[in-house]
């Protein structure tokens, strides 16, 4: 079975890595050393130098995606409560990986592990907030018939929007584009307008 302490230990290294070196230019064995640990143990782990950003990448989002699916099974709380609680577990985590460290050197490798992140995020959460949503559409909460495309929708402009690094904005632009989502979400859920503002806060 393998050793949890090692193999945070070989992500701890990539992330402390990844603060002065570009990805093209960490190796297995830097990784390794770093670590403390021998470069043939990576492999027992992890099976490329990708596996190990993808588990980073996984790592960094493991609060949120627990947030969700703790929420999923949660059903005396109102759909549209548990979503509001996901989209701050989300925003809450992007904005602790925006406030890490970086520097002007690697400055392209974070926008690329960024934007693993982000679609990490919105492929585990889809699902998650798919069942959300179908379960306000059984108790009569929420009347639409596309729940999985409803969450693929309002993760990407949420996730877009609230990140603010692929398509940055001012606050007034991201305020109307929520406010926007929302009179949408509200109409097309067949919801009284202004009922969901509560979901950003």
Do not use: W
């Amino acid at each position: 079975m393998p050793d949890s302490m090692k193999y945070n230990r070989i992500l701890d290294a990539l992330e402390t890595l990844l603060d002065t070196k570009s990805i093209q230019k960490i190796s297995v064995s830097e990784i390794a050393q770093a670590a403390g640990i021998g470069k043939g143990s990576i492999y027992y782990y992890f099976p490329s130098k990708d596996a190990i950003f993808d588990a980073l990448v996984e790592r960094n989002y493991e609060e949120p995606l627990e947030t969700a699916k703790s929420l999923r099974t949660q059903t005396n709380v109102s759909p549209f409560t548990r979503m509001a609680m996901i989209f701050q577990a989300c925003r809450d985590s992007s904005a602790k990986f925006l406030s890490g460290p970086s520097s002007a050197s690697n400055a392209q490798d974070k926008s690329y592990l960024h934007q693993k992140y982000l679609n990490h995020l919105i492929m585990e959460l889809k699902p998650v907030l798919a069942d959300i949503i179908k379960q306000g559409i059984d108790c009569g909460d929420i009347r639409f018939s596309y729940p999985a495309a409803l969450a693929e929708i309002v993760l990407i402009v949420l996730v877009v929007k609230l990140d603010n690094t692929l398509v940055p904005s001012t606050p007034e632009q991201i305020e109307e584009t929520i406010l926007g989502m929302i009179a949408l979400l509200e109409k097309g859920t067949e919801n009284p307008a202004g009922s969901l503002n509560f979901l950003i806060t």
